[in-house]
Nanobody, 125 residues
Framework: QVQLVESGGGLVQTGGSLRLSCAASGRTFGSYAMGWFRQAPGKERELVAAINWSGVRRNYADSVKGRFTISRDNAKNTVYLQMNSLKYEDTAVYYC??????????????????WGQGTQVTVSS
């Protein structure tokens, strides 16, 4: 199992930026795909961005392409989500998650087995 702790959330105005961090401990962080997900009130949890173990492969939800960037530093056991040009509709609790297996890259929420506690991002209009 891997333990994940998110930080960096907060209140920001429309058009502003935030950088989320997710610190991992436990199993070998550098071998697993990581993802950022979000859940707004009354909505299902959805993928925001995913990154493979090396950082070469990255996927984004259409709604955040060109505005958000996922990255990782395996030496620091940390994955980041840089969020620029934030919109009101980005308001949600953001979670980082680690894939259950190191055998493949995935963007399917069902393949992520370790989750952080979440960090609130609120964008004021």
């Amino acid at each position: 199992q891997v333990q994940l702790v998110e930080s960096g959330g907060g209140l920001v105005q429309t058009g502003g930026s935030l950088r989320l961090s997710c610190a991992a401990s436990g199993r070998t962080f550098g071998s697993y795909a990581m993802g950022w997900f979000r859940q707004a009130p009354g909505k299902e949890r959805e993928l925001v961005a995913a990154i493979n173990w090396s950082g070469v492969r990255r996927n984004y939800a259409d709604s955040v392409k060109g505005r958000f960037t996922i990255s990782r530093d395996n030496a620091k056991n940390t994955v980041y989500l840089q969020m620029n040009s934030l919109k009101y509709e980005d308001t949600a609790v953001y979670y980082c998650a680690a894939a259950k297996s190191s055998s493949y890259y995935t963007t399917d929420i069902a393949d992520f087995g370790s989750w952080g506690q979440g960090t609130q991002v609120t964008v004021s209009s």
